[in-house]
Nanobody, 124 residues
Framework: QVQLVESGGGSVQAGASLRLSCAAS????????MAWFRQAPGKEREGVAR?????????LYADSVKGRFTISQDNAKNTLNLTMNSLKPEDSAMYYC????????????????WGQGTQVTVSS
């Protein structure tokens, strides 16, 4: 059974940085996609960044976070990280780690496995 556990959220001032981590366990696929989504109150869940694992794919980012967020994998720790710099109040949301076998998709409905989420709050 695949399990994803996020950590690293918190409350910060605008301009600060945070690093989210997603510890993954139970995955047996050689090629899979891992992604970060976020959902603010009253808004739809949106993709933030995604990374195809095992195929050498480049990370992909939402336009709203390009140049500020970096998605990376720590193979030794089976962890997916999201480094968030220059945070803005509009980045405030619950952040979720997600995974699926095979290639990456934009739509959250394509992902089979989800973590419980970690809250990020950015004040101005």
């Amino acid at each position: 059974q695949v399990q994803l556990v996020e950590s690293g959220g918190g409350s910060v001032q605008a301009g600060a940085s945070l690093r989210l981590s997603c510890a993954a366990s139970g995955y047996t696929h050689d090629n899979y996609c891992m992604a970060w989504f976020r959902q603010a109150p009253g808004k739809e869940r949106e993709g933030v960044a995604r990374l195809f694992i095992g195929g050498g794919g480049k990370p992909l980012y939402a336009d709203s976070v390009k140049g500020r967020f970096t998605i990376s994998q720590d193979n030794a720790k089976n962890t997916l990280n999201l480094t968030m710099n220059s945070l803005k109040p509009e980045d405030s949301a619950m952040y979720y780690c997600a995974a699926r076998a095979g290639v990456c998709y934009t739509a959250s409905s394509r992902y089979n496995y989800w973590g419980q989420g970690t809250q990020v709050t950015v004040s101005s």
